[in-house]
């Protein structure tokens, strides 16, 4: 005797991952693209105000702060490097300016890299994103 029933997973739509993480890095909705996907500087809205896609579950927890901390790391190491061995400028005046390389390049990559994660999680349906298709 054949089994008809369907799988539950069989009809749900697969959502690509490739638009949501551009989408997520320019802090837009994953869903639409066209709504905001942060209310401030880092705190995810509840909802996308133009397409109504729920963000309240995600769970980025510490996962951008990891990915900002590696990221602006490697590129400060080139820098030093780079700076030093060129140029050997005065301690003070090298420490200065790869502080404000290293805050602005954080302050810039913490919320695209957020907006990132939230993203990937929606398209994988992750932490209660996959109540709807």
């Given at each position: 005797?054949?089994?008809?029933?369907?799988?539950?997973?069989?009809?749900?739509?697969?959502?690509?991952?490739?638009?949501?993480?551009?989408?997520?890095?320019?802090?837009?909705?994953?869903?639409?693209?066209?709504g905001?996907l942060?209310?401030?500087?880092?705190?995810?809205?509840?909802?996308?105000?133009?397409?109504?896609?729920?963000?309240?579950?995600?769970?980025?927890?510490?996962?951008?702060?990891?990915?900002?901390?590696?990221?602006?790391?490697?590129?400060?190491?080139?820098?030093m490097?780079?700076?030093?061995?060129?140029?050997?400028?005065?301690?003070?005046?090298?420490?200065?300016?790869?502080?404000?390389?290293?805050?602005?390049?954080?302050?810039?990559?913490?919320?695209?890299?957020?907006?990132?994660?939230v993203?990937?999680?929606?398209?994988?349906?992750?932490h209660?994103?996959?109540?709807?298709?």
């Amino acid at each position: 005797m054949a089994d008809h029933s369907t799988n539950a997973a069989d009809s749900i739509v697969e959502r690509e991952t490739k638009p949501a993480i551009l989408r997520g890095l320019r802090r837009r909705c994953p869903n639409c693209g066209d709504g905001a996907l942060f209310e401030g500087y880092l705190k995810v809205a509840d909802s996308c105000p133009v397409c109504h896609e729920e963000y309240h579950h995600h769970r980025a927890d510490d996962g951008p702060a990891y990915l900002t901390i590696l990221i602006v790391g490697h590129i400060l190491a080139v820098l030093m490097h780079f700076l030093w061995s060129q140029f050997r400028p005065d301690p003070l005046v090298f420490a200065t300016v790869l502080t404000i390389v290293c805050v602005g390049l954080s302050l810039y990559l913490l919320p695209r890299l957020k907006g990132m994660i939230v993203a990937i999680q929606w398209a994988r349906r992750m932490h209660g994103f996959g109540g709807k298709s």
